[in-house]
């Protein structure tokens, strides 16, 4: 099945700085979401894009649909502790009625002390 | 977790064994599924659900029943399992065009 690129695959970075990953993708999707999952947890949802173009912000957190629909960007900025996590893009298609969700395989964000 | 209730959180389980993951909801959400999820994969469908009586497979369904006889309830059942099925399952529901998931079970085939 098809997967997302998402990029880095891990980010090692010190409190306080800001981080950015993307997700890219060769079809064109609906809907892009971007979700953070903590150890043994499940994933949770973070921002949910809906239009090329669209710019959303969810306090330090802010997203883009990118305008070819073929991609999305997380950034966060003035990282804190409780920012680490692995973090997952999602695209959504929906055709002929039927809805396909899929997933990036996440970035890894750890903070150096 | 949006409602969205899973057990057991953890199972350890021999090959060959069945067994059966719960997932609930008590937020009357029609659209329902569910996901594993292995290193370096990503989360990937199994089955999901569009409402009661209503079932689909998704991407990796083999080894995988499901069934909806309900809107609260959508177990997930294997068979005889494998090790290959080890790994994590999240059920999820759908509000709109966002998908919110449970916390997960944790499953170990030996």
């Known amino acids: 099945g098809q997967q997302l690129n998402q990029s880095p695959q891990s980010m090692f970075i010190q409190e306080g700085e800001d981080v950015s990953m993307n997700c890219t993708s060769s079809s064109i999707f609906n809907t892009w979401l971007w979700y953070k999952q903590d150890p043994g947890e499940g994933p949770v949802l973070l921002i949910a894009?809906?239009?090329?173009?669209e710019l959303t912000s969810n306090g330090r957190l802010t997203a883009q649909f990118g305008i070819t629909r073929k991609d999305s960007f997380l950034n966060i900025s003035a990282s804190i502790p409780s920012d680490v996590g692995i973090y997952f893009c999602a695209g959504r298609i929906l055709n002929f009625g039927n809805e396909k969700l899929t997933f990036g395989t996440g970035t890894r964000l750890t903070i150096i002390p | 977790n949006a409602g969205v209730t899973q057990t057991p959180k953890f199972q350890v389980l021999k090959t060959g064994q069945s067994m059966t993951l719960q997932c609930a909801q008590d937020m009357n959400h029609e659209y329902m599924s569910w996901y594993r999820q292995d290193p370096g994969m990503g989360l990937r469908l199994i089955h999901y659900s569009v409402g009661a009586g209503i079932t689909d497979q998704g991407e990796v369904p083999n080894g995988y029943n499901v069934s909806r006889s309900t809107t609260e309830d959508f177990p997930l059942r294997l068979l005889s399992a494998a090790p290959s099925q080890t790994s994590v399952y999240f059920c999820a529901i759908r509000q709109g065009y966002e998908q919110y998931f449970g916390p997960g079970t944790r499953l170990t085939v030996t």
């Open positions: 894009l809906y239009k090329a173009g």
